[in-house]
């Protein structure tokens, strides 16, 4: 039977920005079990990216009445599945600080392009406009991100923490986050119960 193993960019120098990671079952740090996580930055210096299947219990519309970006839930003129955007735990760094990942259909000063598909906002001008129904098509709220300092994550893949893959943009927007996990893996042609057979066989 072959082992179920990473090769993608651990230490061989190429970013991973716009790729998944997809936590193994064995992953120690029990904040990121069966996470997946979107990278949005990853050079030697480090990487940063966020968790996109962990949804938090606030609404979207809460949360801009939260930050008074608006006063009520019916001030929200935006299509009715912009006013169904999850909210979701983007990492333990920074928890209430706020970013919105979207589809590549806007742009704003502080907006960085992920890949041609995904940009990241995190600056106030977006809520405004999706509030406004001016906002990209497709996004997604994240409170706080998870970090790693230089050589921290090419040490955790080569460890076998990470199953790293290219980015999907409907696995990130459409698909309901508790499917997520297994869709990712099933991204890489893998069955989450074998997954979880070979580490229990490690």
């Not at 990942?101 to 992920?114: A, E, I, M, R």
Request: aromatic share 6%; glycine share 10%.
């Amino acid at each position: 039977m072959t082992e179920t193993r990473n090769t993608a960019a651990a230490g061989n120098g190429t970013s991973l920005e716009g790729s998944f990671l997809i936590a193994m079952p064995g992953m120690s740090d029990k904040r990121f079990a069966k996470s997946v996580v979107y990278i949005c930055a990853h050079s030697p210096n480090g990487a940063m990216g966020f968790v996109i299947n962990k949804p938090q219990t606030m609404s979207f519309p809460t949360l801009l009445m939260q930050l008074e970006v608006i006063a009520r839930p019916e001030d929200i003129l935006m299509p009715e599945h912009g006013k169904n955007i999850v909210v979701t735990n983007g990492g333990p760094v920074e928890s209430g600080r706020g970013f919105v990942l979207h589809s590549g259909d806007y742009k704003s000063v502080g907006t960085v392009v992920v890949d041609s598909n995904i940009s990241l906002t995190p600056t106030m001008d977006i809520l405004k406009a999706l509030s406004k129904g001016t906002g990209p098509h497709s996004a997604m709220m994240v409170l706080g991100y998870a970090g790693w300092s230089a050589g921290q994550l090419e040490s955790e893949i080569a460890a076998n923490g990470w199953l790293t893959c290219p980015g999907d943009f409907d696995i990130v927007f459409s698909t309901r986050a508790e499917q997520k996990y297994s869709s990712a893996l099933a991204k890489m042609g893998i069955d989450p119960a074998f997954l979880a057979a070979e580490a229990g066989h490690a």
